[in-house]
Nanobody, 124 residues
Framework: VQLVESGGGSVQAGGSLRLSCAGS????????MGWFRQAPGKEREWVAC???????RYTGSVKDRFTISKDSNKATLYLEMNSLEPEDTAMYYC????????????????????WGQGTQVTVS
């Protein structure tokens, strides 16, 4: 599975960005997709994930500001980010797996099998 993120950039606090992740499944079954992020000098942290086509989970700091969605026909994942804060500055990584979002360890990096290269988001 190949995942390619796009849509990152630099915005002022309060602004918005929409991240995309285009997936190439190569015959491998992946039902769940999501986002992690890593700020400079910090551990990679889970942000959000979606399983099936519509059941979403969010970490507390982004809930009500970020919206995750998926277009299964296009094998594309989105993250709509509103009311961005400087604390959201990080490299954002797309992840995919057969069932990672539906199990209790969805927030752990090792639960997910497929990763993209990341897209940078900077909020000033």
């Amino acid at each position: 599975v190949q995942l390619v993120e796009s849509g990152g950039g630099s915005v002022q606090a309060g602004g918005s960005l929409r991240l995309s992740c285009a997936g190439s499944r190569d015959g491998i079954s992946v039902r769940d997709m999501g986002w992690f992020r890593q700020a400079p000098g910090k551990e990679r942290e889970w942000v959000a994930c979606i399983y099936g086509d519509s059941v979403a989970r969010y970490t507390g700091s982004v809930k009500d500001r970020f919206t995750i969605s998926k277009d299964s026909n296009k094998a594309t994942l989105y993250l709509e980010m509103n009311s961005l804060e400087p604390e959201d500055t990080a490299m954002y990584y797309c992840e995919a797996d057969h069932s990672a979002c539906a199990i209790n360890t969805y927030h752990l990096r090792e639960t997910w099998n497929y990763w993209g290269q990341g897209t940078q988001v900077t909020v000033s």
